[in-house]
């Protein structure tokens, strides 16, 4: 046998993954839903229609205007996506995790400790790679929608929405990696990914942006806060870094703790 060649349950768990159509799916839905979102209430802000087809109404709180800088563009762009990014993070890293039965590579490895940490591991990092392109492909779409909305309005079509691109599109990739290694975590470690599925968004969604306005500053040290601020112009990674703590530590437990009997019951 090659030496050099990785080991066969690993490169089967890697090609599992890789042709997964859900994550596929989500990855592509939400690129779609925050370009046409964002698109719909640039058009707003900039004085369009209000409503799309079948009466949606499409409300912001900005105005654009001949006076509106690229900042401002770049401001609404971020809006969807961090409203977006971290719960497909969530449900990419509870696929992973909520998959664990049906993966072909851990039936094959269940007698091998050692083999199946490594492929739960190499799973986590598949996790983090395929959240962070899925934050970074959103980004991208969603600037480019920005830039699509306002190219045709003579007072705005000289900004450029793609001036802030470097820091939203990698802002949004470490926010998608951080949330989905969060949730890949708390699913393998309690094997009740619906719930940490649920949970999280719940936390993201409700009680996060109360806990938010209630401890107002200390809200910026927040998960999702935090994690949002990276798509800033100039974050302050300080704030991301007990999120980053909690990512890495909980994934090691997760890893380390996990014994054949875990996956087999």
Sequence with gaps: MDASRPPRPVATEIRRWC????????????A??????????VIVAAGGASSGGGGVQIETDTVLTASSTDADLA?????????????????????????????????QIGVAARRLRAVVAVRALLVAAVAALAGAVAAAATIAAVGA??????????????????????GAAAQGALLGLIAFALSALTRRWVVVLV???????????VLT??????????????????MTASPDV?????????????TAVAVLTLRRGRVAR
Excluded: C, N
């Excluded at 779609?32 to 209430?41: D, M, N």
């Excluded at 990419?92 to 995790?97: D, H, P, S, V």
């Design 75 to 107: 401001s609404m762009a971020r809006s969807s996506l961090t409203m977006l990014v971290p719960i497909a993070a969530v449900v990419l890293g509870t696929r992973f995790a909520g998959g664990e039965m049906a993966s072909g590579a851990l039936l």
């Design 213 to 230: 306005g209630t401890v107002e500053a200390a809200g910026s040290w927040l998960p999702r806060s935090a994690t949002s601020e990276l």
């Design 19 to 30: 042709t997964d159509a859900t994550l596929l799916v989500v990855v592509l839905a939400l």
């Design 149 to 170: 909305a306002v190219a045709g309005d003579a007072d705005l079509s000289r900004l450029d929405a793609w001036v802030s691109a470097a820091s939203t599109v990698g």
């Design 199 to 209: 949970g999280l968004i719940v936390y993201l969604v409700v009680i996060e942006p």
């Design 32 to 41: 779609v839903v925050s370009a046409a979102l964002t698109y719909l209430a």
């Design 238 to 250: 300080a704030h991301a870094l007990p999120t980053l703590v909690v990512a890495v530590g909980v």
